[in-house]
């Protein structure tokens, strides 16, 4: 061996730990010395590659609005949710007779159950609910614009009719919190009506625009409470205008929009980019009872002209009439044929007694001006004839075989003149449902079948449509499907012989009602029911 390598190997033994230590420390340190200059290249390649990058930012909250949602701000809280309730009398319960020895016309099992009439008056009477029920309180829901500060609100008759009971909410009440409200007027021909509620400070109103400034194609939003869902607002064009989608409703003249409408937006807003209200929702055109891409609002114009009216002294609508009958549309066949010369209406109908016949106007004539004013359609001539009070005279300019000549007519009350038609009486009051009585409860003539199946003699009685809850006539135990036979001891062989026993009544008078208990037959016999009028 080498003698300097033995003299190494003595010295490194002998300082073994000294050397060892050496070595771990130099290893340490060039391990560190690499790991430092590895990460600093790696750290320059990704900073050249992300050098011309752009760092991202949240922009104020400010920034995102746009001018939807401003609208939507500033209508919401004009618009509100109303509730309405109405009670249905269950004609699957008699009410207070039970099987008895005093009640033998009543089966043991209760009488419903097993009543082979029990399908006959359903038929008739629209029979609803378990037989459980006294009663069936119907809700339904709607909403409203709120037009004036004191509280009076704008929406869809439908929403409020045969309502017992009206509550509002408006949108910072509490859950839970309603307002009762009374309706000021309604009109049949519009769907329109006007409720109120009373509040302790001025209420957030919504401004109406003009809707004749509205433009297929311009942006709508309907704000409502589609399926009871308060606040809610969805947007859309004007995707037509003039839209009649109900037979023979001249004052219902719709803007057509694609705005989601539902169940619950009657009576809502119609709203332009102004957030002015330019229409009411009232209909939708489906075949699902839901929103179908097509829906109608009532044009502000009209909701103005019907508002003035019902918040005046009468709370009805007025309108002129001068009894004729026409196309909507002008056949240019017509025209030809009954020598017209350009625009105009041709009559088709006059109605006998009318001031139109009156004033000698004939079928075939065609009207083209009101007071001086021409007209070019039957729009046109519905508007200016509708616009003048009953009793105002007007002069008519019409054409008969080609030759110009002019008439003076007395506008007449349309209400009154197209009474039967519109389902009202002659004060313009609803007809299309039987009036009740001060007994409470309203009756009807019996029907060749319906006196057969009920063991009746033909024209003897009159049958109860309906009966008011907490009425007298319900506190004595009368019922919808009975047949009222006397009243008093007197005969009630129809609605006019019952209307006049009735008004004959004074409070504190014995009434006594003889009658033939629904679902009963002949062999069964009739029962009194009777009581003091309050």
Known sequence: MDPRASALWVRFKANRLAYTLTILVTLAVGILIGTVISYGVKGKEGQSKASDATPLSVPAPQQLSNAFSQIAKQLEPSVVNINTESTIKNPHRRGRLRPGPDNPHVPDGGGDDDNPFQDFFDRFFGGQGGPDAGTIREKSLGSGVIVDGKGYI????????????????????????????????????????????????????????????????????????????????????????????????????????????????????????????????????????????????????????????????????????????????????????????????????????????????????TITSVEGKEVKNGDELVAEIAGLKPGAKARMGFVRNGKKQETTVTIADRAKLFASRLGQDEEGNDETQPKPSKLGLTVGSLTADMADRLGVAAGKGVVVHDVKPGSFADDVGLNRGDVILEVNKQPVNSEDDFNKVQTTLKSGQDVVFLVRPRGSGAQDGTIFLAGTLP
Do not use: C
């Not at 704000?223 to 839209?243: C, M, Y």
């Not at 005046?312 to 056949?331: K, L, T």
């Not at 010369?341 to 109605?351: A, K, L, R």
């Open 154 to 365: 704008i929406t869809n008759r439908h929403v409020v009719e045969k309502a017992d009971r009206i509550r509002v909410r408006l949108q910072d009440d509490p859950p839970g919190v309603l307002h009762d409200a009374k309706v000021i007027g309604t009109d049949q021909e519009t769907d329109l009506a006007v409720i109120k509620i009373d509040y302790s400070k001025p209420l957030p109103a919504a401004k109406l625009g003009n809707s004749d400034g509205m433009q297929v194609g311009d942006w709508v939003l309907a704000v409502g409470s589609p399926f009871g869902l308060q606040e809610t607002v969805t947007a859309g064009i004007v995707s037509a205008k003039g839209r009649e989608i109900v037979p023979q409703r001249n004052f219902q003249s719709f803007i057509q929009t694609d705005a989601a409408i539902n169940p619950g937006n009657s009576g809502g807003p119609l709203v332009n980019m102004a957030g002015e209200v330019i229409g009411i929702n009232t209909a939708i055109l489906t075949e699902t009872s839901s929103y179908a891409g097509v829906g109608f609002a009532l044009p502000s114009n009209t909701v103005v002209q019907v508002y003035n009216q019902l918040i005046g002294p009468e709370h009805r609508v007025s309108r002129g009439s001068i009894g004729v009958e026409f196309s909507s549309q002008q056949n240019p066949a017509i025209a030809r044929v009954y020598g017209v010369n350009g625009s105009g209406v041709t009559i088709q109908n006059v109605v006998p007694g009318s001031p139109a016949e009156q004033a000698g106007l004939k079928v075939g004539d």
